[in-house]
C-alpha cells in the first residue's frame, strides 16, 4: 500500500495547484479519486492485486498516470509479442533528445520536435527499414536550471535483417547526423540506440511507457505545473504508427488475448481501503463464496497492479 499512499498525498498536494484550471465538478473527482480501493487476495492474504476503485483518470492525477503508465508497458510489450511472432519483426529503442529550454520556450519546442520527428520518419534511409514505430513525448523539470527537457522515447519495428544487413543498418552516429539534421539543431550531442533483447522485459519496455511528466517534477510549485498543465494538455503523447497501430486496433478489438497471461494466482479474499487523508485504513477483509471466486479467478493479467 506505500506507492499508493505515496501517490494518494501527491494527490492531494495536486489539488492546490489544479483548482483554478478545472470545473468544480473535475475537482470533485480529483479529491475524491483512490479514496476506495477493493483489492482480492490470495489465501495468504500477502499477493494482492487491485480490483476496484473510485478512480478520476485526469492525466495530471498522480495515482492514475502511474496505474496508466503501467498499463501502457503491459499493452506495448504484447504487441511486441505479437509483431515478433506473426509479423518477425525485431526492436529497436530510440530516445531523441535537444539542448533543455526555457518555460516560454517549452511549447513551441514541442511542436518543433513533432515536426522534426516527421523529418526523420520521412528520410529515405529510416522509411526504408522503420515498420512502425511507438513514440511517447516525456518532459522532464530541471530545478537547478529552471529549465524544461522535451524528449522522445520510441519503439521502432524493423525486419531481423536489419541488425546484419550493412546497407540498411543505421549506425548510433547516422542517426544523430539525421537527428541533427531534421531538427536543424547541430549542437544537439546525443541520441540513445539500443537493441530490444527482451520483449518481455518490463523494465526496458517501461521506458517507452513511464509517465509523460513525473508528479516530483511537476508539482515543485505552481508556477511549474502551470507550465506542465498548459503545454501537455490537449497534446497527445503517446503515438502508434504502422504496424504498431495495426496492432493496436487488433488489441483494442480483443484480437490479441491469445499473447496475455493467465493470472495463475488464487484469489479468496476481498479486501477493502478508504483513505483517511494521510494513509488508507483497511474497513473489511471479506471471504469470497465460490460463486464470486469462479467469476473472479482465472482472468486475463490486464494491468500490472499484482503486489507480490
Not at 136 to 159: C, G, I, M, Q
Request: hydrophobic share 30%; glycine share 2%.
Amino acid at each position: 500500500m506505500e506507492k499508493y499512499t505515496e501517490k494518494k498525498l501527491r494527490n492531494q498536494l495536486l489539488q492546490t495547484f489544479i483548482d483554478k484550471h478545472v470545473t468544480d465538478s473535475t475537482l470533485l473527482r480529483i479529491k475524491e479519486c483512490n479514496t476506495f480501493m477493493l483489492f482480492l487476495a490470495d489465501k495468504t492474504l500477502e499477493k494482492t492485486k487491485l480490483h476496484g476503485a473510485n478512480s478520476c483518470k485526469h492525466r495530471f492525477c498522480p495515482v492514475c498516470s502511474w496505474r496508466k503508465a503501467r498499463k501502457n508497458a503491459l499493452k506495448i510489450s504484447i504487441l511486441m509479442q505479437y509483431l515478433k511472432q506473426e509479423e518477425n519483426k525485431e526492436f529497436v529503442f530510440l530516445t531523441l533528445t535537444a539542448p533543455n529550454v526555457k518555460t516560454d520556450e517549452l511549447n513551441d519546442e514541442i511542436k518543433h520536435y513533432n515536426q522534426s520527428f516527421k523529418r526523420l520518419m520521412e528520410r529515405k534511409e529510416v522509411k526504408a527499414v522503420v515498420k512502425g514505430y511507438v513514440r511517447k513525448l516525456e518532459v522532464t523539470y530541471n530545478k537547478n536550471r529552471d529549465d524544461y527537457h522535451p524528449h522522445f522515447h520510441v519503439v521502432l519495428a524493423v525486419n531481423k535483417s536489419y541488425f546484419t544487413d550493412t546497407k540498411a543498418y543505421i549506425t548510433r552516429d547516422r542517426w544523430l547526423e539525421l537527428w541533427q539534421k531534421s531538427t536543424k539543431n547541430p549542437l544537439i550531442t546525443q541520441v540513445d540506440i539500443r537493441r530490444v533483447k527482451h520483449t518481455d522485459n518490463k523494465k526496458e519496455v517501461s521506458e517507452i511507457a513511464k509517465y509523460s511528466a513525473k508528479d516530483s517534477d511537476y508539482l515543485q510549485n505552481e508556477k511549474v505545473f502551470d507550465t506542465f498543465y498548459k503545454t501537455l494538455t490537449g497534446k497527445r503523447l503517446i503515438v502508434y504508427s504502422g504496424l504498431f497501430k495495426d496492432a493496436n486496433k487488433k488489441y483494442e478489438n480483443k484480437e490479441l488475448n491469445k499473447y496475455i497471461e493467465q493470472d495463475p494466482t488464487k484469489y479468496i479474499y476481498q479486501i477493502f481501503y478508504h483513505w483517511n487523508q494521510t494513509d488508507y485504513i483497511q474497513t473489511e477483509l471479506k471471504l469470497m463464496s465460490e460463486e464470486l471466486q469462479k467469476e473472479l479467478n482465472n482472468t486475463m493479467l490486464t494491468d500490472t497492479d499484482i503486489e507480490e
